[in-house]
């Protein structure tokens, strides 16, 4: 029996006490709090199975802070082990497999991993690293998982307290290192305080949406400790609270005032397609996304009109532009998605977020979930039908122009024509990781999401390297779909090693290397600002072989007539795979 909690409100079921176990559940069950889809719910903790003494017995600190961690849902943790964490690592050892330690070949791939697992699960994993060089190789992954809002928890090690500030081997400050980076930053520092600072770790990652850092001292890690497990319910919040009935009252009259709205969504309408759907419907508006909320709504759906910004769809651009009232929906107003200045009202559950670079009509605080079916039931029923219409039209000719690029003949093969392939090929339910540069401008400009896919990528921070490590917590999270790796060739060498990390754990990832041998994105700019193309350049690399030789399977593609089949073998593939395509790194108007 375990119990699962639902990442849009931190409602817990409680198979035991519900009687009736999760994965049972029908289809069409949802959170009886906020009504999102079982989809969203992640395992909290195995049930301790009734009596005390089949409780683990914990003796140190190392070992109670695993077990508080495991009731309060950290299932994995990723690192390298060194001299600094050997009492953390052997406690996990000893925890047997109730929290799994990943082994990488570099801490920034645990960070990133780290990372990547909060933004699919909106659920915490831990990175565990020594002092010193473990801890500063993290902080790429870090920063990426802080500009995201992701819940990251990082254990360090640290030099035993009576070496703290003598300028020991592999001594930093550690306190210092991570304030920047952190929401919650603390130096366990004797036994009494190690259930308090983890689940108040876990707490601050969730709550306030980013990185908690714990130090814990060598010597304090192997320290006798006998303290209580602290459990997770009665200890957060819940989060489905909204706005009062008079404030979305007002939002709804402004709705009803607006001839052309449109709904703008991010990442804070995760879930909420069927209700974002219902809303867009009943007032004829259509639905645009920020690149990180491409995978809210599918492509398919008639209202839907792709992308804001740079890899943007010319419906998206052109709708926005002429709209009198935009309704954003959970969307961080990252410079990228070009949301410009109109007539708006918001809904954000982060009261900073609103009104944050333009003034807002009306800002309505609260999650989500709770706040768009209340907008749908107050808006008057409004059928315009010249502007549905005109929506149709210009979707229809923005996938007119999609076809019109994916170039089936030409060679070298050409990204539009990737990007069509695998979006004819790849499941339904596909669980993609992108990277940074032309191969993730190329998937947000032209590939097309189904139903049930999702996508997770380095949005703020806008890291390359992030797409492999990304595929590799995906694993992790989503065993039983494809994981797939959409990258470069400059952000695939830079965490190449950690292909072996997805041969050791036979995670069978399949990466899909844009490989233009080049910066591509950065050759680009260059044209575009008259700059000489200059050291954008890349050594003509052959990933496939590397896969072959690692122990894998490797695909190489030169003619754009041997994708189709490439990418049907690549997926049938029952270990990590690397499809590298000979690619133009050319754009084409
Ligand atoms: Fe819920």
């Known amino acids: 029996m375990a119990k699962y909690r639902c990442t849009i409100c931190n409602y817990v079921y409680d198979e035991s006490k519900e009687g009736k176990k999760f994965v049972d559940l029908p289809k069409g069950w949802v959170c009886p709090i906020c009504g999102a889809p079982r989809t969203v719910f992640v395992m909290l903790a195995e049930n301790q199975k009734g009596a005390t003494e089949e409780k683990q017995v914990s003796h140190t600190v190392s070992e109670v802070l695993v077990n508080q961690l495991v009731e309060w849902g950290v299932q994995y943790v990723f690192g390298i082990p060194g001299t600094s964490t050997l009492g953390v690592v052997d406690a996990i050892r000893k925890s047997n497999g109730k929290i799994k330690y990943l082994q990488v070949r570099h801490e920034q791939t645990a960070a990133f991993m780290a990372s990547a697992y909060g933004k699919l699960t909106s659920h915490v994993a831990a990175v565990l690293s020594i002092s010193g060089p473990g801890?500063?190789?993290?902080?790429?992954?870090?920063?990426?998982?802080?500009?995201d809002y992701s819940p990251v928890l990082v254990l360090t090690g640290m030099v035993a307290r009576k070496q703290i500030g003598h300028g020991s081997l592999q001594e930093i400050d550690h306190y210092a290192f991570f304030e920047p980076i952190s929401v919650f930053n603390k130096i366990l520092m004797s036994p009494e305080q190690t259930t308090m600072l983890a689940t108040l770790a876990v707490k601050h990652a969730l709550v306030d949406r980013g990185v908690a850092h714990i130090g814990i001292p060598n010597d304090v890690?192997?320290?006798?400790?006998?303290?209580e497990i602290l459990p997770f319910e009665e200890r957060m919040p819940n989060f489905a609270y909204g706005q009062e009935e008079v404030i979305i009252e007002k939002a709804a009259k402004v709705i009803d005032s607006a001839s052309r709205p449109v709904i703008i969504i991010g990442l804070g309408a995760r879930g909420q397609k069927t209700k974002l759907l219902r809303l867009a419907e009943k007032i004829s508006a259509p639905i645009v996304s920020t690149f990180k909320g491409k995978d809210i709504v599918d492509d398919s759906e008639p209202l839907y009109v792709g992308c804001h910004g740079g890899i943007g769809s010319t419906a998206a651009g052109q709708l926005v532009d002429k709209t009198d009232l935009l309704i954003v929906i959970g969307s961080?107003?990252?410079?990228?998605?070009m949301i410009p200045k109109k007539r708006m009202i918001q809904i954000d559950i982060n009261p900073l977020m609103i009104a944050r670079r333009y003034p807002v009509e009306v800002g309505l605080l609260g999650n989500s979930a709770i706040l768009i079916p209340k907008l749908a039931a107050k808006v008057l029923e409004k059928?315009?039908?010249?502007?549905?219409?005109?929506?149709?039209?210009?979707?229809?000719?923005?996938l007119n122009q999609l076809a019109k690029e994916a170039d089936a003949i030409a060679k070298p093969i050409r990204a539009p024509y990737i990007m069509k392939v695998l979006s004819e090929k790849l499941a339904d339910n596909a669980v993609i990781s992108l990277d940074v540069g032309e191969n993730c401008w190329w998937f947000g400009r032209n590939f097309q999401m189904k139903h049930s896919q999702k996508i997770v990528m380095s949005g703020n921070l806008a890291t390359m390297s992030f797409g492999l490590p990304s595929a590799l917590a995906a694993a992790l999270a989503y065993p039983e779909r494809q994981n797939i790796c959409i990258t470069g060739d400059g952000g695939l060498t830079m965490v190449l090693g950690d292909f072996l990390t997805a041969l050791k754990y036979q995670m069978p990832i399949k990466v899909f290397v844009i490989n233009n041998k080049s910066l591509a994105m950065i050759m680009q700019e260059q044209k575009v600002e008259r700059y000489q193309s200059w050291q954008t350049e890349l050594h003509d690399f052959n990933f496939a072989k590397f896969a072959e030789h690692a122990g894998g399977y490797g695909i190489k593609v030169t003619h754009p007539e041997e994708l189709p089949t490439a990418v049907n073998n690549a997926l049938a593939s029952n270990v990590a795979t690397i499809v590298d395509i000979d690619t133009d790194p050319q754009r084409f108007p």
């Open 135 to 147: 801890t500063t190789n993290l902080a790429t992954g870090l920063y990426d998982a802080k500009l």
């Open 221 to 227: 890690q192997k320290l006798p400790c006998d303290m």
């Open 332 to 337: 961080s107003f990252a410079d990228l998605s």
């Open 383 to 398: 059928h315009n039908t010249a502007y549905i219409q005109e929506i149709t039209q210009l979707k229809q000719d923005w």
